[in-house]
Protein backbone atom coordinates (compact mmCIF):
# COMPACT_ATOMS: atom_id res chain seq x y z
CA UNK A 1 0.00 0.00 0.00
CA UNK A 2 1.15 3.49 -0.90
CA UNK A 3 2.33 5.85 2.00
CA UNK A 4 0.96 8.98 1.52
CA UNK A 5 3.49 12.34 2.05
CA UNK A 6 3.46 13.93 5.34
CA UNK A 7 5.09 17.41 4.36
CA UNK A 8 4.61 17.99 0.70
CA UNK A 9 6.91 21.31 -0.56
CA UNK A 10 5.38 22.68 -4.32
CA UNK A 11 7.94 24.75 -5.92
CA UNK A 12 6.07 27.80 -8.50
CA UNK A 13 3.39 30.03 -6.68
CA UNK A 14 1.07 30.62 -10.23
CA UNK A 15 -1.77 28.85 -11.59
CA UNK A 16 -0.21 25.50 -11.44
CA UNK A 17 1.44 24.98 -7.91
CA UNK A 18 -1.82 26.98 -6.60
CA UNK A 19 -4.07 24.32 -8.50
CA UNK A 20 -2.10 21.76 -6.94
CA UNK A 21 -2.06 22.59 -3.71
CA UNK A 22 -5.60 23.12 -3.89
CA UNK A 23 -6.24 19.65 -5.36
CA UNK A 24 -4.35 18.44 -2.81
CA UNK A 25 -6.74 19.62 0.38
CA UNK A 26 -9.68 18.61 -1.78
CA UNK A 27 -8.21 14.96 -2.13
CA UNK A 28 -8.01 15.03 1.34
CA UNK A 29 -3.82 15.42 2.12
CA UNK A 30 -3.73 16.99 5.62
CA UNK A 31 -0.45 17.04 6.23
CA UNK A 32 2.53 20.14 6.21
CA UNK A 33 1.79 22.48 2.77
CA UNK A 34 4.84 24.21 1.68
CA UNK A 35 4.30 26.55 -1.48
CA UNK A 36 7.72 28.25 -2.82
CA UNK A 37 7.46 31.29 -5.35
CA UNK A 38 10.23 33.19 -7.06
CA UNK A 39 8.00 36.32 -6.75
CA UNK A 40 6.81 38.03 -3.94
CA UNK A 41 3.05 38.08 -5.20
CA UNK A 42 0.33 35.62 -4.49
CA UNK A 43 -0.98 33.75 -7.06
CA UNK A 44 -1.87 35.44 -10.07
CA UNK A 45 -3.43 35.30 -13.60
CA UNK A 46 -1.10 35.58 -16.24
CA UNK A 47 -3.24 35.84 -19.42
CA UNK A 48 -4.22 39.26 -18.36
CA UNK A 49 -1.24 40.85 -18.20
CA UNK A 50 -1.24 41.21 -21.71
CA UNK A 51 -4.47 42.04 -22.06
CA UNK A 52 -6.77 43.83 -19.65
CA UNK A 53 -3.89 44.74 -16.86
CA UNK A 54 -1.65 46.14 -19.83
CA UNK A 55 -4.50 48.48 -21.24
CA UNK A 56 -5.30 49.74 -17.82
CA UNK A 57 -8.97 47.81 -17.65
CA UNK A 58 -7.85 46.10 -13.68
CA UNK A 59 -5.71 46.99 -11.66
CA UNK A 60 -2.76 45.04 -10.50
CA UNK A 61 -4.49 43.74 -7.72
CA UNK A 62 -7.49 42.37 -10.26
CA UNK A 63 -5.45 39.63 -11.33
CA UNK A 64 -4.58 37.74 -8.04
CA UNK A 65 -6.56 34.24 -7.99
CA UNK A 66 -8.57 34.15 -4.96
CA UNK A 67 -7.26 31.82 -2.13
CA UNK A 68 -9.03 29.68 0.27
CA UNK A 69 -8.65 31.05 4.31
CA UNK A 70 -8.56 27.83 5.56
CA UNK A 71 -6.08 26.25 2.66
CA UNK A 72 -3.29 25.90 4.96
CA UNK A 73 -0.47 26.59 3.25
CA UNK A 74 3.37 27.80 4.42
CA UNK A 75 3.84 30.85 1.48
CA UNK A 76 7.35 30.96 0.77
CA UNK A 77 7.45 33.95 -1.87
CA UNK A 78 10.24 36.23 -3.17
CA UNK A 79 12.96 33.72 -2.64
CA UNK A 80 13.29 31.13 -5.97
CA UNK A 81 14.73 27.40 -5.40
CA UNK A 82 18.38 27.23 -5.94
CA UNK A 83 19.30 23.70 -6.00
CA UNK A 84 17.25 19.79 -5.64
CA UNK A 85 18.95 16.79 -4.11
CA UNK A 86 15.99 14.02 -4.71
CA UNK A 87 17.88 11.37 -2.95
CA UNK A 88 18.11 13.48 0.08
CA UNK A 89 14.58 14.76 -0.43
CA UNK A 90 15.68 18.52 -0.29
CA UNK A 91 14.83 21.75 -1.68
CA UNK A 92 17.09 24.19 -1.23
CA UNK A 93 16.19 27.99 -2.26
CA UNK A 94 18.46 30.83 -3.16
CA UNK A 95 18.77 32.45 0.68
CA UNK A 96 20.21 28.93 1.37
CA UNK A 97 16.68 27.87 3.19
CA UNK A 98 16.25 23.47 3.21
CA UNK A 99 13.44 22.43 2.90
CA UNK A 100 12.29 18.43 3.87
CA UNK A 101 9.60 17.14 1.79
CA UNK A 102 8.63 13.19 1.07
CA UNK A 103 6.40 14.90 -1.75
CA UNK A 104 7.36 17.46 -4.27
CA UNK A 105 5.37 19.02 -7.32
CA UNK A 106 7.69 20.82 -9.76
CA UNK A 107 5.86 23.90 -10.70
CA UNK A 108 8.19 26.71 -11.26
CA UNK A 109 7.12 27.67 -15.42
CA UNK A 110 8.44 29.68 -17.81
CA UNK A 111 10.91 32.62 -18.58
CA UNK A 112 10.67 35.37 -20.58
CA UNK A 113 13.02 34.63 -23.58
CA UNK A 114 15.82 37.04 -23.83
CA UNK A 115 17.55 38.96 -26.19
CA UNK A 116 19.60 36.17 -28.31
CA UNK A 117 21.02 38.58 -31.53
CA UNK A 118 24.05 39.93 -31.84
CA UNK A 119 25.85 41.85 -29.23
CA UNK A 120 24.18 43.15 -25.88
CA UNK A 121 21.17 44.84 -25.33
CA UNK A 122 20.97 48.33 -23.68
CA UNK A 123 20.04 47.97 -19.97
CA UNK A 124 17.41 50.48 -19.96
CA UNK A 125 14.21 50.51 -22.20
CA UNK A 126 14.38 46.85 -23.58
CA UNK A 127 11.37 44.72 -22.13
CA UNK A 128 10.08 41.29 -21.89
CA UNK A 129 6.36 40.15 -20.57
CA UNK A 130 6.32 37.33 -18.17
CA UNK A 131 5.20 38.11 -14.15
CA UNK A 132 3.01 41.23 -12.97
CA UNK A 133 5.92 43.51 -12.32
CA UNK A 134 6.97 42.80 -15.71
CA UNK A 135 3.22 44.36 -17.08
CA UNK A 136 3.51 46.95 -14.97
CA UNK A 137 6.46 48.65 -16.15
CA UNK A 138 5.41 48.04 -19.88
CA UNK A 139 2.16 49.67 -18.68
CA UNK A 140 4.08 52.51 -17.12
CA UNK A 141 6.21 52.75 -20.69
CA UNK A 142 3.07 52.63 -22.74
CA UNK A 143 1.66 56.15 -20.73
CA UNK A 144 5.17 57.08 -21.35
CA UNK A 145 5.11 56.77 -25.03
CA UNK A 146 2.00 58.12 -25.56
CA UNK A 147 2.62 61.39 -23.65
CA UNK A 148 5.83 61.67 -25.42
CA UNK A 149 4.37 60.53 -29.30
CA UNK A 150 6.74 57.91 -29.40
CA UNK A 151 6.58 54.49 -30.88
CA UNK A 152 7.15 51.40 -29.45
CA UNK A 153 8.64 48.21 -31.12
CA UNK A 154 7.60 44.83 -30.35
CA UNK A 155 9.52 41.91 -31.05
CA UNK A 156 8.14 38.43 -31.88
CA UNK A 157 4.68 38.41 -33.62
CA UNK A 158 3.21 35.56 -31.73
CA UNK A 159 0.19 35.20 -29.12
CA UNK A 160 2.10 37.81 -26.53
CA UNK A 161 3.74 40.37 -29.17
CA UNK A 162 0.33 40.39 -31.17
CA UNK A 163 -1.81 41.29 -28.07
CA UNK A 164 1.52 44.17 -27.16
CA UNK A 165 0.78 45.51 -30.36
CA UNK A 166 -2.82 45.39 -30.28
CA UNK A 167 -3.12 46.97 -26.49
CA UNK A 168 -0.68 49.54 -27.66
CA UNK A 169 -2.87 50.80 -30.62
CA UNK A 170 -6.10 50.97 -29.04
CA UNK A 171 -4.33 53.23 -26.52
CA UNK A 172 -2.92 55.57 -29.32
CA UNK A 173 0.84 54.04 -28.98
CA UNK A 174 2.31 54.13 -32.50
CA UNK A 175 4.01 50.57 -32.68
CA UNK A 176 6.42 48.50 -35.19
CA UNK A 177 5.95 44.42 -35.51
CA UNK A 178 8.74 42.31 -36.05
CA UNK A 179 8.91 38.62 -36.85
CA UNK A 180 10.67 36.31 -39.18
CA UNK A 181 7.74 34.84 -40.05
CA UNK A 182 5.48 35.59 -43.17
CA UNK A 183 2.70 36.44 -41.33
CA UNK A 184 1.87 37.09 -37.31
CA UNK A 185 1.45 33.80 -35.40
CA UNK A 186 2.04 31.84 -38.43
CA UNK A 187 3.92 29.05 -36.19
CA UNK A 188 0.85 28.61 -34.01
CA UNK A 189 -2.26 28.89 -36.08
CA UNK A 190 -0.94 28.94 -39.24
CA UNK A 191 -0.88 31.09 -42.75
CA UNK A 192 -4.35 31.42 -43.38
CA UNK A 193 -5.36 32.80 -39.48
CA UNK A 194 -2.12 34.37 -39.53
CA UNK A 195 -3.34 36.60 -42.44
CA UNK A 196 -6.17 37.52 -40.73
CA UNK A 197 -4.41 38.94 -38.14
CA UNK A 198 -1.95 40.45 -40.00
CA UNK A 199 -4.72 42.77 -41.61
CA UNK A 200 -6.23 43.58 -38.46
CA UNK A 201 -2.74 44.84 -37.23
CA UNK A 202 -2.38 47.16 -40.62
CA UNK A 203 -6.29 48.17 -40.48
CA UNK A 204 -5.51 49.74 -36.84
CA UNK A 205 -2.26 51.29 -37.94
CA UNK A 206 0.78 48.88 -37.11
CA UNK A 207 4.03 49.04 -38.83
CA UNK A 208 4.40 45.36 -39.34
CA UNK A 209 7.78 44.59 -40.94
CA UNK A 210 7.32 40.61 -41.38
CA UNK A 211 10.06 38.06 -42.87
CA UNK A 212 12.13 40.48 -41.25
CA UNK A 213 14.64 40.49 -38.20
CA UNK A 214 16.27 42.36 -35.67
CA UNK A 215 20.02 42.58 -35.59
CA UNK A 216 20.63 45.04 -33.47
CA UNK A 217 19.76 46.99 -30.37
CA UNK A 218 21.44 49.97 -29.10
CA UNK A 219 20.58 52.83 -27.21
CA UNK A 220 19.67 55.83 -28.90
CA UNK A 221 17.79 59.60 -27.73
CA UNK A 222 16.66 57.99 -24.36
CA UNK A 223 14.76 55.05 -26.31
CA UNK A 224 16.23 52.05 -28.06
CA UNK A 225 16.89 51.61 -31.86
CA UNK A 226 16.19 48.47 -33.68
CA UNK A 227 18.17 47.78 -37.03
CA UNK A 228 16.21 45.64 -38.59
CA UNK A 229 17.96 42.59 -41.29
CA UNK A 230 16.68 44.86 -44.42
CA UNK A 231 18.64 47.38 -43.11
CA UNK A 232 16.24 50.23 -41.59
CA UNK A 233 16.01 51.72 -38.61
CA UNK A 234 13.53 52.07 -36.22
CA UNK A 235 13.43 54.04 -33.19
CA UNK A 236 11.27 53.92 -29.71
CA UNK A 237 10.51 54.49 -26.19
CA UNK A 238 10.99 51.28 -25.25
CA UNK A 239 11.35 47.70 -27.24
CA UNK A 240 9.06 44.39 -26.27
CA UNK A 241 11.00 41.29 -26.63
CA UNK A 242 8.22 38.45 -27.13
CA UNK A 243 10.44 36.01 -28.79
CA UNK A 244 8.65 32.91 -26.23
CA UNK A 245 9.55 31.14 -23.29
CA UNK A 246 12.01 29.02 -21.55
CA UNK A 247 11.37 26.59 -18.74
CA UNK A 248 12.51 27.30 -15.36
CA UNK A 249 14.91 24.40 -15.04
CA UNK A 250 17.99 25.95 -13.93
CA UNK A 251 17.78 25.04 -10.29
CA UNK A 252 17.31 21.46 -11.44
CA UNK A 253 20.78 20.99 -12.64
CA UNK A 254 22.74 18.51 -11.27
CA UNK A 255 19.40 16.97 -9.98
CA UNK A 256 19.18 13.78 -12.18
CA UNK A 257 16.02 14.50 -13.71
CA UNK A 258 15.36 14.74 -17.37
CA UNK A 259 14.98 18.29 -17.89
CA UNK A 260 15.88 19.19 -21.20
CA UNK A 261 13.41 21.40 -22.95
CA UNK A 262 11.46 20.77 -20.00
CA UNK A 263 11.04 18.42 -17.34
CA UNK A 264 9.95 14.71 -18.76
CA UNK A 265 6.73 13.68 -17.37
CA UNK A 266 4.54 10.49 -18.02
CA UNK A 267 0.99 11.21 -18.72
CA UNK A 268 0.35 11.25 -14.55
CA UNK A 269 2.66 13.81 -13.86
CA UNK A 270 5.53 11.46 -12.81
CA UNK A 271 9.51 13.07 -13.23
CA UNK A 272 11.46 11.28 -15.04
CA UNK A 273 15.26 10.86 -14.32
CA UNK A 274 18.07 10.75 -16.93
CA UNK A 275 18.28 7.29 -16.31
CA UNK A 276 14.65 6.50 -17.51
CA UNK A 277 12.90 5.53 -14.39
CA UNK A 278 10.03 7.54 -12.98
CA UNK A 279 10.51 8.66 -9.02
CA UNK A 280 7.67 8.27 -6.86
CA UNK A 281 7.73 11.27 -4.57
CA UNK A 282 7.99 13.98 -7.31
CA UNK A 283 5.21 15.07 -10.10
CA UNK A 284 5.32 17.90 -12.30
CA UNK A 285 3.10 19.93 -13.54
CA UNK A 286 2.73 23.96 -16.13
CA UNK A 287 4.78 25.03 -18.48
CA UNK A 288 7.76 23.98 -17.04
CA UNK A 289 7.23 20.34 -17.75
CA UNK A 290 6.47 18.30 -21.12
CA UNK A 291 3.81 15.81 -21.54
CA UNK A 292 2.97 13.05 -23.32
CA UNK A 293 0.15 13.96 -26.03
CA UNK A 294 -1.53 11.78 -28.31
CA UNK A 295 -2.53 14.45 -31.22
CA UNK A 296 1.40 14.42 -31.49
CA UNK A 297 1.83 10.67 -31.58
CA UNK A 298 2.79 10.30 -28.13
CA UNK A 299 5.83 12.69 -28.28
CA UNK A 300 6.63 14.84 -25.09
CA UNK A 301 4.69 18.29 -25.97
CA UNK A 302 5.48 21.30 -23.86
CA UNK A 303 1.93 22.82 -23.93
CA UNK A 304 2.17 25.99 -22.49
CA UNK A 305 -1.20 27.03 -22.16
CA UNK A 306 -3.77 28.15 -18.83
CA UNK A 307 -5.95 25.16 -19.23
CA UNK A 308 -3.13 22.58 -19.30
CA UNK A 309 -1.52 23.80 -16.43
CA UNK A 310 -4.61 23.73 -14.60
CA UNK A 311 -5.65 20.17 -15.57
CA UNK A 312 -1.87 18.48 -15.23
CA UNK A 313 -1.80 20.45 -11.41
CA UNK A 314 -4.84 18.43 -10.37
CA UNK A 315 -3.43 15.41 -12.13
CA UNK A 316 -0.06 15.52 -10.75
CA UNK A 317 -1.38 15.94 -6.97
CA UNK A 318 -3.96 12.94 -7.45
CA UNK A 319 -0.53 10.78 -8.61
CA UNK A 320 1.21 12.27 -5.54
CA UNK A 321 -1.01 11.13 -3.34
CA UNK A 322 -2.57 8.09 -4.39
CA UNK A 323 -0.29 7.00 -7.38
CA UNK A 324 -1.43 6.55 -10.88
CA UNK A 325 -5.24 6.25 -11.38
CA UNK A 326 -7.60 6.62 -14.24
CA UNK A 327 -7.48 9.75 -16.68
CA UNK A 328 -10.08 10.70 -18.53
CA UNK A 329 -8.92 12.28 -22.02
CA UNK A 330 -8.04 15.96 -22.51
CA UNK A 331 -7.35 18.23 -25.70
CA UNK A 332 -5.92 21.31 -25.02
CA UNK A 333 -7.04 24.64 -25.84
CA UNK A 334 -6.27 28.26 -25.62
CA UNK A 335 -7.61 32.09 -26.34
CA UNK A 336 -6.28 35.22 -27.54
CA UNK A 337 -8.26 38.50 -27.70
CA UNK A 338 -6.64 41.05 -29.99
CA UNK A 339 -8.90 44.20 -30.98
CA UNK A 340 -12.57 43.27 -31.90
CA UNK A 341 -10.75 39.33 -32.95
CA UNK A 342 -12.18 36.77 -30.46
CA UNK A 343 -9.75 34.33 -31.29
CA UNK A 344 -9.75 30.89 -29.70
CA UNK A 345 -8.54 27.30 -30.67
CA UNK A 346 -9.00 23.62 -29.59
CA UNK A 347 -5.65 20.79 -30.06
CA UNK A 348 -2.33 21.60 -31.59
CA UNK A 349 -2.88 23.46 -34.48
CA UNK A 350 0.89 23.89 -34.68
CA UNK A 351 1.64 19.99 -35.76
CA UNK A 352 -0.69 20.11 -39.24
CA UNK A 353 0.82 20.15 -42.21
CA UNK A 354 -2.69 21.52 -44.09
CA UNK A 355 -5.44 23.39 -43.43
CA UNK A 356 -9.08 23.65 -43.91
CA UNK A 357 -10.68 26.74 -44.56
CA UNK A 358 -14.48 26.15 -43.62
CA UNK A 359 -15.14 29.94 -42.71
CA UNK A 360 -12.90 33.47 -43.85
CA UNK A 361 -14.25 36.59 -43.48
CA UNK A 362 -12.24 39.23 -42.97
CA UNK A 363 -14.85 42.24 -43.74
CA UNK A 364 -17.24 40.39 -41.58
CA UNK A 365 -14.42 39.40 -38.69
CA UNK A 366 -15.28 35.83 -38.52
CA UNK A 367 -12.85 32.43 -39.39
CA UNK A 368 -12.54 28.90 -38.94
CA UNK A 369 -10.13 26.79 -39.91
CA UNK A 370 -9.51 22.62 -39.30
CA UNK A 371 -5.52 21.86 -39.03
CA UNK A 372 -4.90 18.05 -40.32
CA UNK A 373 -1.83 16.30 -39.97
CA UNK A 374 -1.55 13.22 -42.13
CA UNK A 375 -5.24 13.88 -42.96
CA UNK A 376 -6.35 13.76 -39.36
CA UNK A 377 -7.66 16.79 -37.40
CA UNK A 378 -4.98 17.90 -34.99
CA UNK A 379 -6.47 21.48 -34.20
CA UNK A 380 -9.10 24.05 -34.88
CA UNK A 381 -8.85 27.92 -34.73
CA UNK A 382 -11.85 30.48 -34.91
CA UNK A 383 -11.94 34.62 -35.24
CA UNK A 384 -15.37 35.43 -33.62
CA UNK A 385 -16.80 31.98 -34.25
CA UNK A 386 -16.12 30.85 -30.71
CA UNK A 387 -19.64 28.60 -30.70
CA UNK A 388 -18.64 26.47 -33.41
CA UNK A 389 -15.38 24.74 -31.73
CA UNK A 390 -17.72 22.49 -29.29
CA UNK A 391 -18.07 20.16 -32.31
CA UNK A 392 -14.59 20.30 -33.44
CA UNK A 393 -13.45 19.86 -29.47
CA UNK A 394 -15.77 16.48 -29.58
CA UNK A 395 -13.85 14.99 -32.39
CA UNK A 396 -10.55 15.35 -31.09
CA UNK A 397 -11.84 13.92 -27.78
CA UNK A 398 -12.41 10.81 -29.80
CA UNK A 399 -9.28 10.65 -31.20
CA UNK A 400 -7.11 11.54 -28.15
CA UNK A 401 -9.12 8.63 -26.17
CA UNK A 402 -8.03 5.97 -27.53
CA UNK A 403 -5.10 5.37 -25.13
CA UNK A 404 -7.54 6.07 -22.40
CA UNK A 405 -9.70 3.08 -23.28
Known amino acids: MRTPPRRVVVVGASLAGLRAAESLRELGFGGTLVVV ?37 DWRLGCPAARLDPRGRVVETADGTTLPYDGLVIATGAAARGWTGPGTAPDRGVLTVRGLDDALALRSALRAAREGGRRLVVVGAGFLGSEVAAVARSAGVAVTLVDPAAQPLERA ?57 VPNTGWLRGSGLDVVGGV ?62 PLEPRVP ?73
Not at 201 to 227: C, I, K, Y
Not at 286 to 314: F, I, K, M
Open 189 to 245: LGSVVGGFVAQAHREHGVDLRLSTTVVELAGAGGGVRAVLSDGDRVTGAAVVLALGA
Open 333 to 405: SFWSDQYDLRIRSVGLPHLADGQQVLELDPRGRRAEVLHHRGGELVGAVTVNRTGRLAAHRRTLLDLVAAPFR
Open 37 to 73: GDEPHMPYDRPPLSKALLAGAVPAGGVAFPVAADLDV
Open 264 to 325: ACDRFGRVRTTRGRFLPDVVAAGDVCRVPEPLAGGALVNQGHWTSAAEQARTAAATLLHGPG
